[in-house]
C-alpha cells in the first residue's frame, strides 16, 4: 500500500495531498493510486510470462472506465459476468478475443450480445446453461466457444459469503459431474469446447486451496483428454486476497511459483481473473467526521460516507483500516465508525481504537478500491461518491459525484398522480 503514504504528518495519495484533493472535489470521494495500479498488474505479467498466459481482469471489482481501459492498456483482458460488463469491457478497447463471461445466469440476450461479438469463452456453470447457449447460437448460426466452470469442492479458508468453490454454492458444475457435462458439450453441434474453469472464493490468503482444486482440475484434463476431448484453455479464477490489516496473502509470484511445475509439458493457455489483488489496495475512500456522539462505553464518529458508498464492513464485517487524513499525537478512543444511513449495520469500522478525531476532520478508509464503489448504491437516496485518479502529482477526475437529478433519472410518474 506504499502509494498512499505519510508525508509530514500528511497523508498522500502518490505525490498528491489527500487533503487537497477532498478539498477539490468534496467528501465522500474514492481516490485511487495509477502507480499502484500498474505495479498490480505488471505483478501478475511478471509473474506468468514463462507460460502462455491471459490475465482477465475481473471487472466486478471496480468498472470505472478509466481503471478497465488501463487495465486494457496493460495488455489484460476481462473476467465480465453480465452483459453491462461485457459492454464496458469493450468499449473500453479490450479486445473480445480475451473476454471471459462467468455468472449463474446468464440470460439469452447477453448470450446472444457475446456471441456477436465473438469473446473468448463462456465459463458454463450448467447444464441448463450450457443447453441455452448452444441453442442461441444455433439460432445465430455460429459456434459458442465453451469452458465448463466446475466447482472442485475445495474449502478457500476464507468468509463463508465469498467463498464458491464447495459443493454447497450455487457455482459451477460438481467435479463428479464433470466428464458428463463435457461429453454432452463436446456432442453438441453450436457450441464447442475449449477450456476448464474454476473459481474457488475470493481474499484468499493461502495459495494451497488453489494447488488442491488445480490438482482436480488436471485428474479431470487428463480424464477427457482420454475421452479424447481437449482442453486448450485453464482459467483458475481469480481469488488472491490483499492485505486489510495484518493479513500475508500471496504475491502473484508465490501462487506462479506454485502452480507453475504444475502446468509444465502442458500445451494450454492459463487464464487468471484477478479483481481484488489488482485494485482493493490501489484504493481509498475519504470522508469526512459530521458529528462526535457519546455511545455507551464508547464513542461515535458519525462520518459523510456510509453503507451504500463501501458496503463491505456492514454485509461481510469486513475489516477495514481507518487512518487520520492528517496525523495527530491525540489519545485514542473505542469508535464505531458509523454513517448517516438509517440501519444499525451502517457501520465502516466497529469497536474500534482510533485516534481522537474532531468534527470536520477528514479520515481515510483504507484498502476500498476493490468491491467499492462497484457496490455502491443510491440507499437512502445519496448520490453515490466521485471517483479521483492520481497519478504522480497530477489528479483526474474519473467520475463525477452524483446530483439529486441524477437520483431521479429513468423515474415516471404516471398521468393520474
Ligand atoms: N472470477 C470469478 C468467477 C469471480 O466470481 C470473482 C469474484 C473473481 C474472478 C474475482 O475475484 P477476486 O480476485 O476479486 O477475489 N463482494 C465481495 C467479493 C465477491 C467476489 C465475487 N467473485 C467482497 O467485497 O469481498
Not at 488501463?70 to 489484460?76: D, L, M, N, P, T
Not at 459456434?143 to 476464507?158: C, E, F, G, K
Not at 495459495?207 to 488436471?218: G, M, N, S
Request: aromatic share 8%.
Amino acid at each position: 500500500m506504499d502509494h498512499f503514504k505519510y508525508k509530514n504528518g500528511h497523508l498522500y495519495a502518490e505525490d498528491v495531498p489527500v487533503e487537497k484533493i477532498a478539498n477539490d472535489f468534496g467528501t465522500p470521494l474514492y481516490i485511487y493510486s495509477y502507480a499502484t495500479l500498474i505495479r498490480h498488474f505488471k505483478a501478475y505479467e511478471e509473474s506468468f510470462k514463462s507460460i502462455k498466459h491471459l490475465t482477465c481482469y475481473a471487472l466486478k471489482a471496480n468498472s470505472n472506465s478509466t481503471i478497465v481501459k488501463i487495465a486494457s492498456k496493460e495488455g489484460c483482458g476481462a473476467d465480465v459476468v453480465s452483459g453491462g460488463e461485457l459492454y464496458k469491457a469493450l468499449k473500453n478497447g479490450i479486445s473480445p478475443k480475451k473476454i471471459v463471461y462467468a455468472g449463474v445466469g446468464k440470460t439469452k440476450d447477453e448470450i446472444a450480445f457475446a456471441i456477436n461479438k465473438g469473446i473468448l469463452m463462456f465459463n458454463v456453470e450448467s447444464l441448463d446453461e450450457l443447453l441455452q447457449i448452444n441453442d442461441v447460437a444455433k439460432s445465430l448460426k455460429k459456434q459458442a466457444p465453451i469452458a465448463l466452470r466446475i466447482n472442485p469442492d475445495i474449502d478457500p479458508q476464507t468468509h463463508p459469503y465469498i467463498s464458491t468453490g464447495l459443493k454447497k454454492h450455487k457455482f459451477g458444475i460438481p467435479i463428479e459431474d464433470a466428464l458428463e457435462h463435457f461429453k454432452i458439450a463436446q456432442s453438441l453441434a453450436n457450441t464447442k469446447v475449449l477450456g476448464i474453469h474454476m473459481h474457488i472464493g475470493s481474499q484468499l490468503t493461502n495459495v494451497l486451496p488453489f494447488v488442491d482444486a488445480l490438482k482436480r482440475i488436471l485428474k479431470l484434463k487428463y480424464d477427457l483428454k482420454n475421452l479424447g476431448i481437449e482442453i486448450d484453455y485453464l482459467d483458475i479464477g481469480g481469488g488472491i486476497g490483499i492485505n486489510y490489516n495484518d493479513e500475508k496473502p500471496p504475491h502473484p509470484s508465490e501462487l506462479s511459483n506454485h502452480i507453475l511445475p504444475m502446468l509444465k509439458n502442458l500445451d494450454i493457455t492459463l487464464i487468471l481473473e484477478p479483481g481484488r489483488s489488482i485494485v482493493g489496495n490501489a484504493g481509498i475512500l475519504v470522508t469526512k467526521t459530521l458529528y462526535l456522539k457519546k455511545g455507551d462505553g464508547k464513542e461515535f464518529i458519525i462520518v459523510d460516507a456510509a453503507m451504500n458508498d463501501l458496503i463491505r464492513p456492514s454485509i461481510y464485517g469486513a475489516y477495514h483500516r481507518i487512518e487520520p487524513v492528517k496525523k495527530t499525537k491525540r489519545n485514542t478512543i473505542l469508535a464505531d465508525v458509523v454513517g448517516p444511513v438509517c440501519e444499525s449495520g451502517d457501520f465502516l469500522a466497529k469497536d474500534r481504537e482510533i485516534k481522537k478525531v474532531n468534527k470536520g476532520e477528514l479520515i481515510a478508509v483504507m484498502s476500498a478500491g476493490a468491491y467499492g464503489f462497484s457496490m455502491a448504491s443510491n440507499y437512502n437516496s445519496r448520490p453515490r461518491p466521485a471517483e479521483v485518479l492520481v497519478k504522480g502529482d497530477n489528479n483526474y477526475l474519473i467520475r463525477k459525484r452524483e446530483t439529486f437529478r441524477d437520483l431521479i433519472k429513468g423515474e415516471i410518474i404516471p398521468d393520474f398522480i
